[in-house]
């Protein structure tokens, strides 16, 4: 069983909006905060980390703790499903600068009250998806 897997993506034309959601099925899902994360075309990163990711939005299941990037807040909104063990973003008025290959990260929360945002500023370690692909034609 994969422990982590996204999906929703594909190609939609700009202001049009898109579902993405992430599986965490191989964990218990109220100890965990989860990271959506995109990398654009071209653009590199560190395998295993989020480095040369660009961080989008997060949400600790327990705490309800939630995050955006200045770009996204506004048309972006995270949610969980705990019957699901899925965390989604809905994505509205996309635009041709949103379309990337977008990453979900578990992270394992250590204790209450330790924010989503906190677990990414501090490089916890994570459970990466294999990605799913967003496409936004102008």
């Known amino acids: 069983e994969v422990p982590v897997v996204e999906s929703g993506g594909g190609l939609v034309q700009a202001g049009g909006s898109l579902r993405l959601s992430c599986a965490a099925s191989g964990f218990t899902f109220d100890d965990v905060a989860i990271g959506w994360f995109r990398q654009a075309p071209g653009k590199g990163h560190e395998v295993g980390s989020g480095?040369?990711?660009?961080?989008?939005?997060?949400?600790?299941?327990?705490?309800?703790?939630?995050y955006y990037s200045d770009l996204v807040e506004g048309r972006f909104t995270i949610s969980s499903d705990s019957s699901k063990k899925t965390v989604y973003l809905q994505m509205h008025n996309l635009q041709p600068e949103d379309s990337a290959i977008y990453y979900c990260a578990v992270y394992l929360v250590p204790r209450y009250g330790v924010g989503c945002r906190r677990l990414i500023l501090l490089g916890s370690n994570a459970t990466w998806g294999q990605g799913t692909q967003v496409t936004v034609s102008s």
């Open positions: 480095k040369g990711r660009e961080e989008v939005s997060c949400l600790g299941v327990k705490d309800r703790s939630t």
